[in-house]
């Protein structure tokens, strides 16, 4: 494939960046990747892996003179980021962001940008539950949808250019409103998570069975649970702040339909039970047909792998 | 290894079954090993594939001289499969289950049990969602725990006998009391099932986002929810009617920490999140020092792989 952006600006050399920056490398997407991490340890770390060509003290002088600037840092420190490199952004240049919400980051970021330079906020729906700059890997995006939000503004050409880059990296690309995807994501992502780590909570709170016995006997099912439950603090922290109204009405269906199942648990009532779940196995079904996941045991997670 | 039971009867020939014939076999530890099952046509696959020496037509049959007979159906199906082979049992055999709850089925076998017949439940945690003669893997129980429920008047050497088989077949034995075993598991196995199928339910239900948006985008955390809620409905249905007072009481305290949670993202109480969130990953950490998953992108379960 040949070079996407000439100079391409990561800002937060995380989970998602690193993976980034393999990814365009694979494929030969940028011509240079200049990076900035908040701390002088995960510059260290960026440099003494070589995960950019130039890893850069302040996020403006990473941005400078860059025809693509992604902001890769936790939801809640989008606006800042944005406020320290305005000043240098280039005329023509394009920003674009990862942050798993959207419409708080549009809010956040959009007033600090230029006139002349284009926003374009993305979302991959790819990742793991490990973060920082050694847990990127060149195939996270493969066959993984990307989410850009195109704002009533942007140019055509603009965002045809970080469509084909994701492409590039491996993902296939959808435009979606920001509302609409902050729903989507909190069902398929938010409130699960959230779930995830209140069940976690709960078996570590629970007096009469042991922390060990909680560990070793985790079966399947929660051993996934821990799983999710080991994400990154300040990564939800900021989602759950930000995308708050979505992620509360997925929550009180949730409770709405949990109830139900209790009072059924409650009243012997097993058909209400087995209806429940002959259903649910329908969407599991359609999600493999999707290509998301595959039926084998190992949930095609070892194509995933590092290496 | 050499056997440890001259005969072996295996009633139910699903994922439990068809694994322990197989992990039996590899490690020689039964001389023959018979098998029933409900319909013609399972018994008929399990012909085919060859997954015991001999299946019979009845439960009855499959139990004759048997010196174990391990029943291995829905927990709601125990009692009418040990009304049938009551009849057959020959003194000094052993008779075990493999159910995910233990107080309601030993109520319900242990009447049944003829006079010097050792009847020893136990449950073995390890599973995947799928079901059926042609489910089973010989290394499903590599490695995991398998829960021993002996009773008061429990014959020493004949719970030896039963707890070296598990261990011939890969597994770790641990003994425990029926009612502890069931509280252990509904915070580890039975409320996270639970919660899994509500989230794909509401998912699924949410008419403003489309059952193929939900499929489509499903990110990481749901897709391991739509995994486990693709497990069998009648073991689960049976699971729930037979631990509800554990099921109800951990439901109610996972509601009770939901509640706190949804009042934090409602209040903007970032450091509630913040610190609850950090407080799980701890959990995760234990799980991967026990050695009952992988820190791996794959998650260790490659090493399940039917091969
Ligand atoms: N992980 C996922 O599953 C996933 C998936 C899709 C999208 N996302 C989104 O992608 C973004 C990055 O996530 P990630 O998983 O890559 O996170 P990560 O691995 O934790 O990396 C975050 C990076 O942001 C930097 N950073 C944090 N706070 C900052 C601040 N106030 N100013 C400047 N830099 C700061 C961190 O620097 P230090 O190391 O110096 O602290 C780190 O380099 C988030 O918005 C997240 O919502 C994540
Ligand atoms: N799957 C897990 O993750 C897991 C883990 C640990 C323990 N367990 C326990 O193991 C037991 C079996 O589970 P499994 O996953 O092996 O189930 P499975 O794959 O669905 O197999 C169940 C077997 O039981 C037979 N059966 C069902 N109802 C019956 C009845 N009324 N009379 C006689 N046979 C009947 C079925 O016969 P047909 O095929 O003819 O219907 C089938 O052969 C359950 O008690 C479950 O709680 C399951």
């Not at 674009?96 to 330079?117: C, F």
């Not at 850009?148 to 491996?170: I, T």
């Not at 078996?203 to 560990?215: G, K, N, P, Q, Y």
Request: proline share 4%; hydrophobic share 45%; aromatic share 6%.
């Amino acid at each position: 494939m040949s070079v996407i952006y000439k100079r391409v600006s990561l800002i937060g050399l995380g989970l998602i960046a690193g993976s980034m920056a393999l990814a365009m490398r694979r494929a030969g997407l940028a011509g240079e990747i200049t990076g900035y991490a908040r701390s002088a340890e995960t510059r260290d770390t960026a440099r003494e892996i070589g995960l950019c060509d130039r890893i850069c003290d302040s996020a403006a002088e990473a941005a400078k003179d860059a025809d693509l600037v992604v902001l890769c840092v936790p939801v809640g420190a989008m606006e800042a980021v944005a406020r320290d490199i305005a000043p240098v952004l280039k005329p023509g240049a394009t920003v674009s962001d990862v942050g798993s919400v959207k419409r708080t980051v549009i809010e956040a970021v959009s007033p600090h940008i230029p006139d002349g330079v284009h926003f374009i906020p993305a979302h991959p729906l790819a990742g793991t539950e490990h973060s920082g700059p050694r847990s990127g890997f060149a195939e996270l995006f493969d066959n993984r949808f990307c989410i850009l939000v195109p704002q009533p503004d942007s140019d055509r050409a603009a965002v045809d250019s970080l469509a084909a880059l994701w492409r590039g990296m491996g993902a296939n690309v959808d435009e979606m409103d920001a509302d609409h995807h902050d729903l989507v994501l909190a069902v398929t992502s938010h409130t699960p998570h959230l779930i995830a780590y209140t069940m976690v909570g709960v078996a570590d709170d629970l007096r009469r069975v042991t922390d060990s016995e909680v560990i070793k006997y985790s079966a399947a099912g929660f051993r996934d649970f821990t799983r999710i439950a080991a994400s990154d603090p300040t990564m939800w922290r900021d989602v759950f702040l930000n995308n708050k109204d979505a992620t509360l009405e997925i929550l009180g269906r949730f409770t709405e339909e949990l109830f139900a199942l209790q009072r059924a648990i409650r009243q012997g009532d097993g058909d209400h039970l087995f209806d429940y779940f002959t259903h649910t196995r329908a969407i599991r079904r359609g999600i493999i047909d999707a290509g998301q996941d595959t039926d084998a045991p190992d949930f095609g997670r070892a194509k995933a792998q590092k290496g």
